[in-house]
Protein backbone atom coordinates (compact mmCIF):
# COMPACT_ATOMS: atom_id res chain seq x y z
CA UNK A 1 0.00 0.00 0.00
CA UNK A 2 2.52 2.44 1.11
CA UNK A 3 4.58 1.90 -2.14
CA UNK A 4 1.53 2.30 -4.11
CA UNK A 5 1.11 5.73 -2.54
CA UNK A 6 4.56 6.30 -3.11
CA UNK A 7 4.36 5.85 -7.22
CA UNK A 8 0.96 7.71 -7.09
CA UNK A 9 2.84 10.69 -5.74
CA UNK A 10 5.99 9.96 -8.34
CA UNK A 11 3.47 10.84 -11.18
CA UNK A 12 1.84 13.30 -10.17
CA UNK A 13 5.40 15.09 -9.46
CA UNK A 14 6.74 13.78 -12.58
CA UNK A 15 3.58 14.83 -14.43
CA UNK A 16 3.54 18.41 -13.00
CA UNK A 17 7.33 18.69 -13.85
CA UNK A 18 7.08 17.66 -17.30
CA UNK A 19 3.76 19.81 -17.89
CA UNK A 20 5.35 22.69 -17.08
CA UNK A 21 8.76 21.80 -18.11
CA UNK A 22 6.73 22.39 -21.79
CA UNK A 23 6.99 25.73 -21.47
CA UNK A 24 9.66 26.92 -18.72
CA UNK A 25 8.86 30.57 -19.52
CA UNK A 26 5.16 30.46 -18.96
CA UNK A 27 5.92 28.58 -15.25
CA UNK A 28 8.16 31.42 -14.66
CA UNK A 29 5.22 34.18 -15.62
CA UNK A 30 3.07 31.99 -12.96
CA UNK A 31 5.76 32.14 -10.61
CA UNK A 32 6.18 36.04 -10.87
CA UNK A 33 1.85 36.25 -10.19
CA UNK A 34 2.89 34.10 -7.40
CA UNK A 35 5.69 36.29 -5.91
CA UNK A 36 3.35 39.43 -6.89
CA UNK A 37 0.79 38.07 -4.56
CA UNK A 38 2.92 37.57 -1.26
CA UNK A 39 4.75 40.40 -1.60
CA UNK A 40 7.89 39.01 -2.76
CA UNK A 41 8.54 40.97 -6.40
CA UNK A 42 12.16 41.27 -5.98
CA UNK A 43 12.84 37.30 -6.74
CA UNK A 44 11.20 38.63 -10.11
CA UNK A 45 14.58 38.51 -11.96
CA UNK A 46 15.25 35.40 -11.08
CA UNK A 47 11.93 33.80 -12.31
CA UNK A 48 12.99 31.88 -14.89
CA UNK A 49 15.57 30.24 -13.00
CA UNK A 50 12.92 29.61 -9.84
CA UNK A 51 11.00 28.08 -12.82
CA UNK A 52 13.62 25.76 -13.76
CA UNK A 53 14.33 24.88 -10.45
CA UNK A 54 10.87 23.83 -9.82
CA UNK A 55 10.26 22.19 -12.42
CA UNK A 56 13.83 20.24 -12.19
CA UNK A 57 12.66 18.99 -8.57
CA UNK A 58 9.75 17.91 -9.87
CA UNK A 59 10.78 15.86 -12.79
CA UNK A 60 13.85 14.18 -10.54
CA UNK A 61 11.41 13.72 -7.45
CA UNK A 62 8.83 11.84 -9.70
CA UNK A 63 11.92 9.77 -10.77
CA UNK A 64 13.23 8.49 -8.13
CA UNK A 65 10.06 8.35 -6.32
CA UNK A 66 8.50 5.85 -8.87
CA UNK A 67 11.92 3.89 -8.48
CA UNK A 68 11.93 3.74 -4.76
CA UNK A 69 15.73 5.53 -5.33
CA UNK A 70 16.51 7.57 -1.80
CA UNK A 71 12.71 6.59 -0.57
CA UNK A 72 13.70 9.15 2.69
CA UNK A 73 15.31 12.27 0.75
CA UNK A 74 12.23 11.86 -1.83
CA UNK A 75 9.72 12.14 1.21
CA UNK A 76 11.86 14.99 2.64
CA UNK A 77 11.50 16.78 -0.65
CA UNK A 78 7.89 16.18 -1.16
CA UNK A 79 6.88 17.13 2.52
CA UNK A 80 8.57 20.29 2.09
CA UNK A 81 7.30 21.65 -1.44
CA UNK A 82 4.06 20.81 -0.41
CA UNK A 83 4.20 22.63 2.59
CA UNK A 84 5.52 25.75 0.31
CA UNK A 85 2.39 24.64 -2.27
CA UNK A 86 -0.65 23.81 -0.29
CA UNK A 87 -0.45 27.07 1.86
CA UNK A 88 0.26 29.09 -0.92
CA UNK A 89 -2.80 27.91 -3.51
CA UNK A 90 -4.78 28.24 -0.06
CA UNK A 91 -4.28 31.15 -0.60
CA UNK A 92 -4.50 32.24 -4.06
CA UNK A 93 -7.74 30.54 -3.49
CA UNK A 94 -9.06 32.63 -0.86
CA UNK A 95 -8.25 36.05 -2.50
CA UNK A 96 -9.85 34.86 -6.20
CA UNK A 97 -6.38 36.34 -7.96
CA UNK A 98 -5.90 33.83 -10.46
CA UNK A 99 -7.44 32.38 -12.81
CA UNK A 100 -5.41 29.27 -13.07
CA UNK A 101 -3.09 27.74 -10.26
CA UNK A 102 -0.22 26.58 -12.89
CA UNK A 103 0.28 23.11 -11.16
CA UNK A 104 0.23 21.45 -14.73
CA UNK A 105 1.55 24.07 -16.76
CA UNK A 106 -0.78 25.21 -19.66
CA UNK A 107 -1.37 21.02 -20.05
CA UNK A 108 -4.41 21.12 -17.55
CA UNK A 109 -5.50 24.42 -16.28
CA UNK A 110 -6.63 23.58 -12.58
CA UNK A 111 -8.31 26.66 -11.25
CA UNK A 112 -6.89 27.56 -7.66
CA UNK A 113 -9.57 25.67 -5.37
CA UNK A 114 -9.08 22.81 -7.25
CA UNK A 115 -5.06 22.83 -7.11
CA UNK A 116 -5.67 23.02 -3.39
CA UNK A 117 -7.84 20.12 -2.83
CA UNK A 118 -5.31 17.97 -5.10
CA UNK A 119 -2.51 19.23 -2.90
CA UNK A 120 -4.98 18.08 0.39
CA UNK A 121 -4.73 14.93 -1.27
CA UNK A 122 -0.85 15.01 -1.91
CA UNK A 123 -0.31 15.79 1.47
CA UNK A 124 -2.61 13.00 2.66
CA UNK A 125 -0.82 10.51 0.67
CA UNK A 126 3.07 12.02 2.16
CA UNK A 127 1.69 11.66 5.43
CA UNK A 128 0.51 8.20 5.14
CA UNK A 129 3.46 7.33 3.00
CA UNK A 130 5.49 8.47 6.16
CA UNK A 131 4.55 5.34 8.13
CA UNK A 132 5.36 3.23 5.79
CA UNK A 133 9.20 4.84 5.01
CA UNK A 134 10.69 1.64 6.97
CA UNK A 135 9.27 -0.78 4.52
CA UNK A 136 10.17 1.19 1.49
CA UNK A 137 13.97 1.76 2.86
CA UNK A 138 13.86 -2.10 3.18
CA UNK A 139 12.71 -2.67 -0.60
CA UNK A 140 15.24 -0.24 -2.42
CA UNK A 141 16.41 -2.08 -5.71
CA UNK A 142 19.73 -0.38 -6.71
CA UNK A 143 22.66 -0.34 -5.33
CA UNK A 144 23.40 3.13 -4.21
CA UNK A 145 26.06 4.32 -6.90
CA UNK A 146 23.47 3.19 -9.08
CA UNK A 147 20.88 5.22 -7.46
CA UNK A 148 23.13 7.87 -7.84
CA UNK A 149 23.66 7.87 -11.51
CA UNK A 150 20.38 8.08 -11.67
CA UNK A 151 19.36 10.93 -9.89
CA UNK A 152 22.36 12.69 -11.59
CA UNK A 153 20.85 11.87 -14.82
CA UNK A 154 17.90 12.31 -14.58
CA UNK A 155 18.74 15.68 -13.33
CA UNK A 156 20.50 16.73 -16.25
CA UNK A 157 17.87 15.19 -18.42
CA UNK A 158 15.65 17.73 -17.19
CA UNK A 159 17.69 20.73 -17.41
CA UNK A 160 18.47 19.86 -21.20
CA UNK A 161 14.96 19.33 -21.57
CA UNK A 162 13.71 22.49 -20.14
CA UNK A 163 17.00 24.30 -22.31
CA UNK A 164 15.41 22.88 -25.49
CA UNK A 165 11.78 24.00 -24.60
CA UNK A 166 13.18 27.67 -23.92
CA UNK A 167 14.34 28.02 -27.77
CA UNK A 168 11.93 26.37 -29.27
Request: charged fraction near 10%.
Amino acid sequence: MYRVFQIILGLIFLFSGIAKGLDPVSTAHKIDQYLSLMSMGFFERIDLLLAMGVITTEIVLGIIMILNIFPKLGLWIATVMMLVFTPKTFLVAIEHSMKYAGCFGNVIQLTPWQSNWKNIFMDMLIIITWFGLPRLKNKEPLSTNAQWWITISVLFAAVIFQTIAIFV
